[in-house]
């Protein structure tokens, strides 16, 4: 428990600034809505008949018109994108900060195991995460309210669980990633988080290419998918799921006998 | 009882050397010196006894407690304090104390306020505010404040001034004769040969000597200043010979004898033959290796 409010009070800079940026970000485009709304008309053609752009962001699925294509569109990339990097970076840099800034001497050498290290530390990630995630659901709700909207509750649901499995997956592979580093490794996690967001644009490209949405976590994410068939796609979510046990295995593996310096 | 127990530790990182068939013993009570120049492998033996890293080969126990197996314990018994002292950003010297007593699961507010105050340690400052000796003091502060049975010190006073060093050392005296035993490594002979009771020496990952610190210093080895002239030639056992102003000074391992001859010979206004100091024993004890090999 020391271990893991000590990580969140090193990590309340960056949550904060992470939260507000994206909860802000979100309630921008919330209340872009009405304005849009009103002149959909003629830019709900345009968004559709972008060829492979219009796919690549799943707007030939989905009516710009309606809050929840509009959501799912526009918050929906603010959130993943937003909501990857954190996660990224919250995961790829806890393990490996202490020998990247020296501070392993000082945890390391007090009567704590090293898997007790891990677990406070997993927690932390989790526990940031999770409490963004809270917040922007509720923001998202509150922001909805206030310009008049009903709110679509399965659909908001479900698109920011996604987003938050999502954004667990990539934590926890980031986290086993981050006991192997030894140096800075802010680079690896923002990579990770850029390169799997762009390999779901492709899928959504070229049909060909469809098989990456199981590999990128953005694959259970879709807006579309979400939206039409109410529900998330198993066979992706399973996946993931595995990808981040496999992480965290990784993580407990290897820092419990790495040589530390 | 033996507090440390080293047996052929051997660690290699990759096919660089760390160290090579270390075998120690420290027992309870001791001050222990731990002696050898930069990269000779102090870092070495210290972290691999913490449990920060694993040996190739070799055992080693703490307190009776295996390295491997019962890491915990060991370090709830040891108070390390670091060559380099780095702590978290954003935090006071306060929070790190209590962090460090928190994570040894002690209320250890009063014993940190008396360090504190002996070492003269504004807590309320930031640590990335601190100079280089003031996060010393802190780590200093970390290492004693849960009262340890084992002080295990890396180069304990580099940044602190003569006078906190003077300080750092009472405390440890102290602490040393209410019988915690002192593990500490140097590359300062002084410092050993004033604190210290038994010490090691270790070169290129090798211990090549391990006794008490006057067996040690006690060799037949005299430094001799003259001051006048004299033929120092034909003498065997000359090392060092430093010449100034009408003096010669040379560390002198030969028959004494055939020195006095030679001193009787020449025209001597004053001479002093002393034992030499623990410096240049050392050093010796690095040429005697280098000669071997």
């Given at each position: 428990m020391i271990l893991v409010k000590h990580?969140?009070?090193?990590?309340?800079?960056?949550?904060?600034?992470?939260?507000?940026?994206?909860?802000?970000?979100?309630?921008?485009?919330?209340?872009?809505?009405?304005?849009?709304?009103s002149q959909m008309e003629g830019i709900s053609d345009v968004f559709s008949s972008m060829g492979s752009f219009t796919a690549a962001f799943g707007m030939d699925r989905l009516s710009f018109g309606s809050l929840?294509?509009?959501?799912?569109?526009?918050?929906?990339?603010?959130?993943?994108?937003?909501?990857?990097?954190?996660?990224?970076?919250?995961?790829?840099?806890?393990?490996?900060?202490?020998?990247?800034?020296?501070?392993?001497?000082?945890?390391?050498?007090?009567?704590?195991?090293?898997?007790?290290?891990?677990?406070?530390?997993?927690?932390?990630?989790?526990?940031?995460?999770?409490?963004?995630?809270?917040?922007?659901?509720?923001?998202?709700?509150?922001?909805?309210?206030?310009?008049g909207e009903d709110v679509p509750w399965k659909e908001l649901t479900l698109i920011h669980l996604a987003y938050f499995l999502l954004q667990i997956e990539l934590a926890c592979v980031c986290f086993g990633i981050s006991a192997f580093m030894r140096r800075n490794s802010i680079g690896i996690g923002m990579g990770i988080a850029i390169m799997m967001y762009f390999l779901n644009l492709v899928a959504n490209m070229t049909e060909t290419a469809e098989f990456l949405k199981y590999i990128t976590p953005f694959g259970y994410c879709e807006g579309a998918d979400i939206v039409t068939e109410g529900c998330l796609n198993i066979t992706r979510a399973a996946v993931g799921i595995c990808a981040g046990i496999t992480g965290v295995i990784a993580a407990y593996w290897k820092y419990g006998r790495k040589d530390i310096h | 009882m033996e507090t440390i127990k080293i047996e052929n530790l051997t660690k290699y990182y990759g096919k660089a050397r760390g160290i090579e068939q270390v075998s120690?013993?420290?027992?309870?009570?001791?001050?222990?010196?731990?002696?050898?120049?930069?990269?000779?492998?102090?870092?070495?033996?210290?972290?691999?006894?913490?449990?920060?890293?694993?040996?190739?080969?070799?055992?080693?126990?703490?307190?009776?407690?295996?390295?491997?197996?019962?890491?915990?314990?060991?370090?709830?018994?040891?108070?390390?304090?670091?060559?380099?002292?780095?702590?978290?950003?954003?935090?006071?010297?306060?929070?790190?104390?209590?962090?460090?007593?928190?994570?040894?699961?002690?209320?250890?507010?009063?014993?940190?306020?008396?360090?504190?105050?002996?070492?003269?340690?504004?807590?309320?400052?930031?640590?990335?505010?601190?100079?280089?000796?003031?996060?010393?003091?802190?780590?200093?502060?970390?290492?004693?404040?849960?009262?340890?049975?084992?002080?295990?010190?890396?180069?304990?006073?580099?940044?602190?001034?003569?006078?906190?060093?003077?300080?750092?050392?009472?405390?440890?005296?102290?602490?040393?004769?209410?019988?915690?035993?002192?593990?500490?490594?140097?590359?300062?002979?002084?410092?050993?040969?004033?604190?210290?009771?038994?010490?090691?020496?270790?070169?290129?990952?090798?211990?090549?000597?391990?006794?008490?610190?006057?067996?040690?210093?006690?060799?037949?080895?005299?430094?001799?200043?003259?001051?006048?002239?004299?033929?120092?030639?034909?003498?065997d056992g000359i090392r060092d010979r430093q010449e100034s102003d009408g003096t010669v000074s040379f560390l002198y391992s030969g028959d004494i004898k055939q020195l006095l001859r030679s001193l009787v010979d020449g025209h001597i206004e004053d001479i002093s033959i002393s034992e030499p100091d623990l410096e240049e024993i050392f050093s010796h004890y690095y040429e005697k290796e280098g000669e071997t090999r």
């Amino acid at each position: 428990m020391i271990l893991v409010k000590h990580e969140l009070r090193q990590g309340r800079i960056p949550f904060l600034i992470w939260t507000a940026s994206i909860g802000g970000l979100l309630a921008v485009c919330i209340f872009l809505f009405p304005e849009m709304e009103s002149q959909m008309e003629g830019i709900s053609d345009v968004f559709s008949s972008m060829g492979s752009f219009t796919a690549a962001f799943g707007m030939d699925r989905l009516s710009f018109g309606s809050l929840m294509g509009f959501y799912s569109v526009e918050c929906g990339n603010v959130l993943g994108l937003g909501g990857a990097f954190y996660a990224a970076l919250c995961g790829v840099g806890i393990l490996s900060k202490e020998e990247h800034g020296r501070t392993a001497e000082f945890l390391l050498t007090h009567p704590v195991s090293r898997f007790h290290i891990i677990t406070g530390k997993l927690t932390a990630v989790l526990a940031q995460v999770s409490a963004m995630n809270l917040i922007l659901y509720a923001a998202s709700i509150v922001c909805m309210t206030a310009i008049g909207e009903d709110v679509p509750w399965k659909e908001l649901t479900l698109i920011h669980l996604a987003y938050f499995l999502l954004q667990i997956e990539l934590a926890c592979v980031c986290f086993g990633i981050s006991a192997f580093m030894r140096r800075n490794s802010i680079g690896i996690g923002m990579g990770i988080a850029i390169m799997m967001y762009f390999l779901n644009l492709v899928a959504n490209m070229t049909e060909t290419a469809e098989f990456l949405k199981y590999i990128t976590p953005f694959g259970y994410c879709e807006g579309a998918d979400i939206v039409t068939e109410g529900c998330l796609n198993i066979t992706r979510a399973a996946v993931g799921i595995c990808a981040g046990i496999t992480g965290v295995i990784a993580a407990y593996w290897k820092y419990g006998r790495k040589d530390i310096h | 009882m033996e507090t440390i127990k080293i047996e052929n530790l051997t660690k290699y990182y990759g096919k660089a050397r760390g160290i090579e068939q270390v075998s120690l013993t420290v027992k309870a009570g001791e001050f222990f010196g731990f002696i050898g120049p930069n990269g000779a492998g102090k870092s070495t033996t210290i972290r691999t006894l913490l449990g920060l890293i694993k040996p190739t080969s070799g055992t080693a126990s703490v307190c009776g407690l295996h390295i491997d197996t019962d890491r915990e314990r060991i370090l709830g018994a040891v108070g390390y304090l670091p060559s380099e002292a780095v702590f978290y950003p954003r935090m006071r010297v306060k929070d790190v104390l209590k962090l460090s007593a928190d994570l040894r699961k002690k209320d250890c507010e009063d014993a940190a306020d008396g360090l504190c105050e002996r070492l003269r340690l504004d807590t309320s400052r930031k640590v990335e505010e601190l100079s280089f000796g003031n996060r010393k003091k802190t780590a200093i502060v970390c290492a004693l404040q849960h009262e340890p049975e084992l002080l295990i010190l890396d180069e304990p006073t580099s940044g602190l001034d003569p006078l906190m060093q003077k300080e750092f050392f009472d405390i440890l005296r102290e602490r040393n004769q209410l019988g915690t035993t002192v593990f500490m490594s140097s590359h300062i002979l002084p410092e050993i040969q004033r604190n210290c009771t038994r010490a090691a020496i270790i070169r290129e990952g090798r211990i090549i000597a391990c006794d008490r610190v006057e067996v040690l210093a006690k060799t037949n080895t005299r430094r001799v200043a003259v001051r006048g002239s004299v033929r120092l030639e034909g003498l065997d056992g000359i090392r060092d010979r430093q010449e100034s102003d009408g003096t010669v000074s040379f560390l002198y391992s030969g028959d004494i004898k055939q020195l006095l001859r030679s001193l009787v010979d020449g025209h001597i206004e004053d001479i002093s033959i002393s034992e030499p100091d623990l410096e240049e024993i050392f050093s010796h004890y690095y040429e005697k290796e280098g000669e071997t090999r």
